[in-house]
């Protein structure tokens, strides 16, 4: 979605006759939300095809995301200030690694695929990624706009569903373990077989203004000056 319309109580504006800075104008994003853009492949079918998978394993990339959201990236071009700056010139790459071990392990997540690869992601363990600079991670808050439509989608694929992991070890039925299916994608518990699924929630964001040229800001206290 890239045309917003602004509507506003009857009186205020006349819809027939919008005129630069009105509260009924229309205006166009410049493009697609950032961190909806997506370049993969990621059909239900990919998650239960075992045999793809294990095929695929030998030439598929790992993405290394922390517990603090952040994965390995490449700057070019100035990069943000600090773990709260957004403020860049330049385009980040995310950067992956190969993958090792026969076959994908149990915890890792199926992003999908891109021009025939696959791309997998985990939380961090330290020696996947060994000698990293810990300054050169970012994350979505830091790097989304900066990532391709590649590198935006998988990480914030990768972000979300690594986080709902964390959270869903047991199930909310009768409190058995869980372990992770369909490559990631649901999780099943050891007792009763109950199956667990990534939440979904809708979001809105809007923008207040005062039909000029002002507009509402908020900020929570823990972001810095």
Known sequence: MTNVHAVVPEGIDDPARPSGGNAYDRFDLLGPPVLSRSAVLRDDALRHDTERQHAGWSTARMLVVDSAGRA?????????DGPWGMDTDGTARLVTVPTSGDAPPEEAVLLGEANGVAYWAVRD???IVPGEDPVDRADLRSAGAALDALG???LTTAVAVLNWHDTALFCGRDGSRTHPRAAGWHRVCEAHGHEDYPRTDPAVICLVHDGADRVLLARQPVWPE
């Open 72 to 80: 390995p990236v490449a700057w070019t071009g100035r990069a943000p």
């Open 125 to 127: 363990p330290a020696e």
């Open 152 to 154: 935006a989608g998988l």
